[in-house]
């Protein structure tokens, strides 16, 4: 009697059984075979096997202007290579120019703008 091999996993196959054995269970995926995504280029994404697919997604973190837009990622990449990180406790440059921009572009009488990274901030009372 013969044995067949065992087909080796795909690396999409291997990284969902590694998902399911170092993530916790509520960090779930809603698909029994779910989209490994590799990496993604304006409207598509490819997965670990090199397979495109046109993103349709429309759920939580849209990336509404498309997944790795030159126009986005160069603004990004500039201001990380100035300055990647600080408290609001400081004033900058940045944060000053874009709250007075939404107190132009606002209808009504928006003049202060509070910013947040999350919601559990946003929702905190000041």
């Given amino acids: ?3 067949q091999p065992k087909p080796s996993a795909t ?7 590694k998902h399911k054995e170092f993530l916790w269970p509520a960090v779930t995926h809603y698909y029994q075979q779910p989209l490994v995504a590799d990496r ?3 409207q598509y994404v490819w997965d670990l096997e090199g397979r495109k697919y046109l993103d349709f ?3 939580i973190l849209t990336i509404s202007v498309g997944h790795a837009n030159p126009k986005v990622t160069g603004k990004i990449k500039a201001q990380v290579d100035r300055l990647q ?3 609001t406790l400081y004033p900058n440059e940045a944060i000053v120019a ?3 921009k939404l107190a ?3 209808p009504g009488k928006l003049q202060k703008s509070f910013f947040t990274n999350s919601g559990t901030e946003a929702n905190s009372k000041t």
Avoid: D
């Fill in 1 to 3: 009697m013969t044995t």
């Fill in 11 to 17: 690396r999409s196959e291997e990284v969902v059984r």
């Fill in 40 to 42: 993604g280029q304006m």
């Fill in 57 to 59: 997604f429309g759920g």
């Fill in 85 to 87: 990180h600080t408290s």
């Fill in 98 to 100: 874009l709250a007075e």
């Fill in 104 to 106: 132009q572009i606002t």
